[in-house]
């Protein structure tokens, strides 16, 4: 399992729009993709307008090659890129094992 991290800051102001853009498109377009796992987005209690949305994935490729390289990105981009205050960063992570 990978988890993709999103650190996401929208336009102020546009907070209740970008979230209900948001849960619709997580189940219109994320939830399609093959290799997609779950997801949840996190508001910034200091920075209202920062987000971290993250997506548990089968692999970097599910999300890279069945998400991004398919009709279903622009479609989700579309849907909630007109709040964007600038690009999103995107990282990948993998669990440390502790024991």
Known sequence: MVLEVATIIIKEGTNAQFEEAIR?????????AVG???HEVQRCIEEPSRYVLLVKWESVEAHELNFRQTDLFPQWRGLIGVYFAQPPHVVHC???PLT
């Open 94 to 96: 993998e669990s440390v």
């Open 36 to 38: 997609y796992l779950s």
């Open 24 to 32: 619709e498109g997580g189940a219109k377009y994320l939830s399609q």
